[in-house]
């Protein structure tokens, strides 16, 4: 079955304890992204990946790195959390950046106190 | 950049009535690709219509169409007899057909209530 799996999907740690978000998909996808959803704002694009070590920021890349070793795996890392970073995560992934298809994983709840 | 807006924060409906929900969008792009996503409380993004920009006929799928005004940069969304099952947030998203990375915009969401 294709799909984008995201780990953890729920997650509440402290301010400055360094996490990683990860994300991996079984579609041999080119194409991978962060996304973060906030009230208001909906979903804002926070890293991508156009193919393995290739990696550029998006619009909300502050506080977050990103790496890109592997094809099937984009993990999201924050570095020293904070609360403003409290927020639902969706990782996606495409077969090129120009595909009119787009898989989405199942989110990632995370809040930092 | 591009941007995509949704005016209507929340929306009601009664169960079996037909919903509009509204959606625009800037770009000097000529060629593009329009979403309608729904996200349930689950919070799982499902696609529910999808238009390529360069289609002059409007998408269909079973109870949603869209109405796409390309020259007014439009995109709404008509949801017929409505089901409670419809309730959710609902986002419209534009994305290029260019090989860009950053090239995914979504707009706010409007949430949508269905009434019994």
């Known amino acids: 079955e294709a799909q984008v799996t995201q780990n953890p999907r729920y997650l509440i740690t402290v301010t400055g304890k360094k996490l990683t978000v990860t994300c991996s998909q079984n579609?041999?996808?080119?194409?991978m992204s962060w996304y973060r959803q906030d009230p208001g704002l909906g979903l804002r694009q926070i890293y991508y990946?156009?193919?393995?070590?290739?990696?550029d920021k998006g619009d909300v890349p502050e506080g977050y790195k990103v790496s890109r070793k592997e094809k099937r795996n984009f993990p999201l890392i924050l570095e020293s959390p904070s609360p403003n970073q409290t927020s639902l995560y969706f990782c996606?992934?495409?077969?090129?950046?120009?595909?009119?298809?787009?898989?989405f994983g199942e989110g990632s709840w995370l809040t930092v106190v | 950049a591009q941007t995509v807006t949704q005016s209507q924060p929340e929306m009601s409906v009664q169960e079996a009535e037909t919903v509009t929900l509204s959606c625009t969008y800037d770009t000097s792009e000529s060629d593009y690709y329009l979403f309608w996503y729904k996200q349930p409380p689950s919070r799982q993004m499902i696609l529910v219509i999808r238009q390529e920009a360069y289609k002059q006929q409007n998408a269909t799928e079973n109870r949603f169409s869209v109405n796409f005004q390309k020259a007014a940069k439009s995109f709404s969304l008509k949801i017929s007899d409505s089901q409670l099952g419809d309730a959710a947030m609902y986002f419209c998203a534009y994305r290029s057909v260019r090989d860009y990375g950053q090239n995914f915009v979504f707009g706010p969401g409007t949430r949508l209530s269905v009434l019994p």
């Open positions: 996606a992934s495409s077969l090129r950046a120009g595909s009119n298809t787009i898989y």
């Open positions: 579609m041999n996808h080119e194409y």
């Open positions: 990946s156009m193919n393995v070590e290739v990696t």
